[in-house]
């Protein structure tokens, strides 16, 4: 059974027609963000992010791993999106549907192909041993722009992440030691900036777009566009598959407002950060 | 390494910095399908078949009753690539990008034309030499157009990099495999809209946009040669009436 929600007619044409008049429905202006919430675990590596509504919880963990053969010397990140069943009637048990790959690989192409994450510093044997990092990304409530929320929850859990100590020692110089948390600090890793996803939804014939759109609002949207872009004015990553067309000069100026999102939700992950 | 001559200003295969491959595009190659095509960019090499607009085969996956169902199915041939290791069909990667076809043929199909049917997109990539996902989306075009499917406009995709500070057109497996950006474009080729725009790696805002255009000059080039080939296509079955 397919458990999709679907907008009746009446709220199709009040959403529209609250866009004309550059009106939202939950009274934001088209380019406000969700009042957004960062709220860390006990533990480290752990971070829930509230974007309104929509809820998601970031968790990271480490694991020793052989390193792949093409990069001896470069530690592994991996991110793993699943939708809860909880989190919506449409999602289902079991395998990660398209929904939760594709967000999955459009955080995974900002934070691991822009080099977010310092790999090379987890690096402990050249070869043999490198720290393998696996984000887990769990959606545990749908209420739209489940991207941007699963992104500041990776980057949010990221941040607090430390790894044990090693050290390579013993008579051939083989041995590895790890050392437990308690006797050694444990290591935060090197995160070189922070990319951040902002999401664009398109109304009408392109001519309308808001960010962080709602459920709702997904529900009625003709397309789609998610770009990470960090601090220094790079672009990181940018997913727009298919939909609504869009001239290039409204991508070049949907770019421009991210930068401007992007300062404002850095800062406030940075300000969450330094409160622990 | 090099990937752009200092000297000549020559990329690897001998090409300029902004020269696309040799494109070959072929209609009607498969014979049970209603519309298929062979789309070639270079050594990269995609054959896609089409089937429908056909009754749904499946209830439970029709989301909108008054809309044609779009379904697409990307694979690479296991002999497509270097190694010859055998892939689990649906990794990720190919579950993305089938995804990303999909709505973006969606996006050009007037599938309101066709309720209570559907409409399936099988693209395989028989050699893989870099930009798979343009040249799947340019096969897809043509499949489509071949299978007499309504659509809008005609959508190309292109693909275009920075690498050695230079913008480059359509690359090829060794320079999508250094780590440069990649900028995927798809365009709705008379309405020159984007429709499909994919990128990854770090590249400065200003650099993004001429690497942006140049990517969408590639997809009006490309857009040129598959109207050429549909239209001698045309002539062909013309001349096979009499």
Not at chain 2, 72 to 84: H, V
Request: aromatic share 6%.
């Amino acid at each position: 059974m397919d458990e999709r929600w679907f907008p009746t007619v009446n709220e199709r044409e009040f959403i529209e027609q609250a866009f004309e008049s550059g009106l939202r429905v939950d009274g934001r202006g088209p380019f406000d963000f969700r009042n957004l919430k960062i709220a860390f675990g006990r533990e480290d590596g752990s971070a829930e992010v509230e974007l309104g509504e929509t809820r998601v919880m970031g968790y990271v963990t480490a694991q020793l791993v052989q390193p792949y053969k093409e990069r001896p010397n470069e530690g592994t990140l991996a991110i793993f999106a699943e939708f809860s069943p909880m989190a919506d009637p449409a999602y289902e048990p079991g395998r990660p549907g398209e929904a939760a790959i594709e967000l999955g690989r459009v955080i995974d192409r900002g934070l691991r192909e822009s080099r977010a994450v310092d790999l090379e510093s987890l690096c402990v044997v050249a070869g043999k041993h490198v720290w393998s990092l696996r984000v887990d990304l769990h959606v545990l409530d749908n209420e739209g722009n489940l991207i941007d929320a699963a992104n500041i929850a990776a980057l949010a859990a990221l941040s607090t992440f430390r790894r044990p100590e090693c050290t390579v020692g013993g008579d051939d110089g083989q041995q590895l030691t790890i050392h437990d948390p308690d006797v050694r600090e444990p290591l935060s890793l090197t995160i070189h900036h922070l990319p951040i996803a902002v999401t664009f939804a398109y109304f009408g014939d392109g001519n309308i777009m808001v960010v962080d759109p709602t459920f709702k609002e997904e529900a009625i949207m003709g397309g789609r566009m998610t770009v990470t872009v960090n601090s220094n004015t790079d672009v990181c990553s940018i997913q727009k598959a298919g939909g609504e067309g869009l001239m290039p000069s409204v991508v070049m100026q949907c770019l421009r407002i991210a930068l401007l999102k992007a300062a404002d939700i850095t800062n406030e992950i940075k300000i969450k950060l330094s409160q622990g | 390494m090099e990937h752009v001559n200092p000297l000549t200003g020559f990329r690897v295969d001998g090409r300029r910095p902004n020269e696309m491959r040799q494109l070959r595009g072929e209609v009607g190659v498969v014979s049970r399908a209603d519309g298929s095509a062979l789309f070639e960019m270079g050594n990269t090499r995609v054959i896609a078949a089409v089937y429908g607009p056909r009754e749904i085969q499946n209830r439970s996956q029709q989301v909108n009753l008054k809309e044609a169902l779009v379904r697409c199915e990307y694979r690479m041939a296991e002999f497509s690539t270097g190694d010859r290791r055998r892939k689990p069909k649906g990794d990720r990667r190919s579950t993305e990008i089938s995804l990303v076809i999909r709505q973006t043929m969606e996006a050009s199909i007037l599938t309101h034309l066709m309720p209570h049917s559907q409409i399936d997109i099988f693209v395989q990539v028989l050699q893989a030499d870099g930009g798979t996902r343009s040249a799947c989306i340019n096969a897809a075009t043509l499949a489509l157009a071949d299978a007499g499917i309504p659509m809008k406009d005609i959508v190309t995709s292109c693909s275009a990099g920075y690498l050695c500070s230079t913008p480059l057109l359509d690359l090829n497996y060794i320079e999508d495999s250094a780590g440069g950006p990649d900028v995927t474009v798809g365009i709705l080729a008379k309405m020159d809209k984007v429709t499909l725009l994919q990128m990854d790696a770090k590249l400065p805002m200003d650099t993004f946009e001429t690497v942006m255009e140049l990517a969408t000059e590639g997809c009006k080039a490309i857009a040129t040669y598959i109207r050429e080939v549909l239209l001698e296509n045309t002539k062909q079955l013309e001349c096979q009436r009499g």
